[in-house]
């Protein structure tokens, strides 16, 4: 795997280290933490889902927790008592913590499990005062009444 050496705009940006770590994290990501496996859909301009394949954890397994710009899901199967002897075991149903970094205003709206898939819907909520808004463009010839109105 190809790695960059991201230390050239620490050097030229201020106030940007969270996204430069974003950046270098993304780059050199573990490719061995790979379970449970998810999908990312983009489902609107605001909308978006995780969909997590959780087979075997039901919903009292489960854990979701969002903080300021993270969300953590975290599983803990409880043990199963052996009724048998198993020839191969592939479902894994061992403990796992998902971390995801949220970008700004993003929300999570609510979860769901069904047939083995956790849905996690998560929207874009930026505040009213974030938002841009259009500025009107005065001119000299138009505040000059409004100047005279006052005095008289």
Do not use: C, W
């Not at 959780?54 to 975290?74: K, M, R, W, Y």
């Not at 970008?103 to 769901?112: H, L, Q, R, T, Y």
């Not at 849905?119 to 010839?141: C, D, F, G, V």
């Not at 138009?142 to 005095?151: F, H, K």
């Amino acid at each position: 795997m190809r790695t960059y050496d991201l230390s050239p705009l620490f050097r030229s940006t201020v106030g940007f280290d969270r996204l430069t770590r974003l950046l270098e994290g993304a780059t050199t990501s573990d490719e061995a933490v790979s379970y449970p496996p998810y999908n990312i859909e983009k489902l609107g301009d605001d909308a978006y889902r995780i969909t997590m394949a959780v087979a075997g954890f039901g919903p009292e397994d489960l854990e979701i927790t969002a903080q300021q710009n993270s969300l953590v899901v975290t599983g803990k199967a409880k043990k199963e008592q052996e009724t048998g002897q198993f020839l191969y075991r592939g479902i894994a149903g061992r403990a796992f913590e998902r971390r995801f970094q949220l970008a700004d205003f993003i929300k999570v709206n609510g979860a769901k499990l069904e047939n083995g898939l956790l849905h996690i819907e998560l929207a874009r909520e930026i505040p009213e005062a974030m938002k841009p808004r259009a500025i009107k463009i005065e001119t000299s010839s138009q505040r000059q009444p409004a100047l005279t109105q006052q005095a008289a």
